[in-house]
């Protein structure tokens, strides 16, 4: 039987494109989305409904994929939503929203595949995080504070599961051309205390996407890190994605915040 891979928020993005090309190398995928009804299914692609901001979706979901698939080779977790504004105008309602969607909603489906994959001693987790953890987005705060969660996760997780035949990687994309803006929470800048200075990051971020590369580069990367023999810690993915790690290791912080500034015309 093919190895069982389970896929979060796959109904778009990254998750759509990582389900097909792991359907097409011979995964046995289930996508999951909050809305399962009416969604065009990825060929080959088993489609389950899932809310990861619930528990109990969660691990009903979970459950039934190990009812029908008997174990998990691997799980993506890839569901994700962004928000924008300044610390100090976005309500904290709004805050904890985007951690229980980024951060909580990976967490709790962490903990429903980790059981069966440490019983049987085997399988792969891959984290889709962003450079935004590394690098965070002026007036994308929040965003960036949950895919930093999600890294602090990811390294100690990986020591928690060092031994017991699971491994678990992450991958931080870059800029990459998908839906994601077509989803983001973007409030009113023209109202922001901030003004044009709000204005003038969002207009970097709506259209720097559109000339990204797609979500193959990903979804090509989250294959290598549940195919890889020796799974690596980190995978990035996306244009000049590599140029973030490399000025995070090696430049002070004062001048990447003063580069940051200058990407984004501030």
Known sequence: MDPAVLVTGASSGIGAATAELLSARGFRVYGTSRHAEGRSKPVGVRWLAMDVRDEASVRAAVAR???????????????????????????????????????????????????????????????????????????????????????????????ELHGTGVAVSLVEPGDVATPFNDAMAWGDPGTSAYGERARRVERVVREALPRAPGPEVVARQIHRALTARRPRVRYTAGADAWLVPLGRRLLPDRLCLRLIRSHFGL
Request: aromatic fraction near 6%.
């Open 65 to 159: 994929v190990l009812a029908e698939a008997g174990r998990l080779a691997g799980a993506v977790c890839n569901a994700g939503n962004g928000i924008f504004g300044s610390v100090e105008e976005v309500s904290l309602e709004l805050a904890h929203e985007q951690f229980e969607t980024n951060f909580f909603g990976t967490l709790r489906t962490l903990r429903a595949v980790l059981p069966a994959m440490r019983e049987s001693r085997s399988g792969r987790i891959v984290v889709v995080g962003s450079l935004a953890g590394r690098a965070p987005i002026p007036f994308q705060a929040h965003y960036s504070a949950s895919k930093a969660a999600l890294d602090a996760l990811v390294l100690a997780l990986r020591n």
